[in-house]
């Protein structure tokens, strides 16, 4: 077993020291993958396959209409996928992309920096591989690294880390003045859920390269990463660029929600409003309406 799935005993004994006991008994007590564990998700169980395949076939014809209207009329959208692991992204760039040109429609998934990189200004392997006239980018992580990974693992200093937080709203501002259309997506998984897919994960022969030994150090620092987030979005929530949180528990309802919100964002030709009309606020919103367990609720200010 252990040398057919190396991950499995990795991930038992991070499981074992890192995870409550209860969040494991639960997570594990739940034999029916169609019900949904966590108490706080707006729904008790995925929404069904036939009613999925069906709206996905038919927004999909929608993106290749919006794609078509960026290079007739030179619209450049940029759109980052971010969130904790396994909370679906990859999944969902594949839906939004796999009809589209992709001659325009770029999915960039950087790796670690090279050396020449590390000694650049931070954004500027990202400015790289923003879009040209006509041209649709997806980028599967973005400078977010810094917010998120970088920030928990001790991957940058603090000093890297504050002046990150002040250039990135500046940063993205310029993009979004030049003419870019930018939208920031957050993938909001349980922790119930996350679980789930890591254990499903470490015992599928298909799935091994999406567990890293980051990934799973991951799993024991949720509290870390909450927090990092909450940081994150207090800061690089803005008018400019805001952030579109997605909850991601059931992929099904995530993916047809995040496309259904780019799509009703966008003033392409031929659009099927009857079709896009009806997406979730309980599954896709803004910073301030969507929250995960365990992340802090600000208290409005009273007039």
Request: hydrophobic content about 40%; proline content about 5%; some cysteine.
């Amino acid at each position: 077993m252990e040398k057919a799935y190396p991950m499995v005993s990795l991930i038992n004994e991070v499981v074992e020291k890192q995870i409550p006991a209860e969040l494991v008994a639960r997570v594990k007590g739940t034999k029916d993958k169609k019900q949904i564990i966590s108490s706080v998700y707006p729904y008790d169980r995925v929404m069904k396959k036939a009613e999925y395949e069906r709206q996905i076939a038919l927004l999909q014809i929608e993106l290749v209409k919006m794609q078509a209207w960026a290079i007739q009329t030179g619209e450049k959208v940029v759109m980052i996928f971010e969130g904790r692991d396994a909370a679906g992204k990859g999944g969902t760039i594949t839906r939004f992309t796999e009809n589209l040109n992709p001659r325009g429609a770029h999915i960039v998934a950087l790796p670690k920096p090279t050396d020449r990189e590390r000694g650049q200004w931070y954004f500027q392997r990202y400015v790289a591989n923003l879009p040209t006239s006509g041209e649709l980018v997806f980028l599967d992580r973005s400078w977010y690294n810094r917010a998120g990974v970088e920030k928990v693992m001790g991957f940058c200093p603090p000093r890297d880390y504050l002046e990150f937080m002040r250039q990135a709203p500046e940063f993205e501002r310029m993009i979004t003045r030049s003419g870019v259309k930018l939208f920031k997506f957050w993938f909001s998984v349980s922790r119930e859920e996350q679980l789930r897919r890591f254990l499903s994960r470490a015992q599928d022969p298909l799935k091994q390269w999406k567990l890293s030994p980051m990934d799973l150090e991951s799993l024991g620092r949720w509290d870390e990463y909450t927090e990092a987030k909450e940081s994150m979005l207090f800061y690089t929530d803005t008018a400019d660029a805001p952030w579109t949180i997605v909850r991601s528990d059931d992929k099904k309802r995530a993916r047809l929600n995040a496309i259904k919100y780019l799509l009703n964002s966008l003033p392409y030709s031929g659009k099927d409003e009857a079709l896009l009309s009806d997406m979730d606020p309980l599954v896709v919103g803004s910073a301030k309406t969507i929250y995960e367990q365990g992340e802090r609720v600000r208290t409005p200010v009273e007039d």
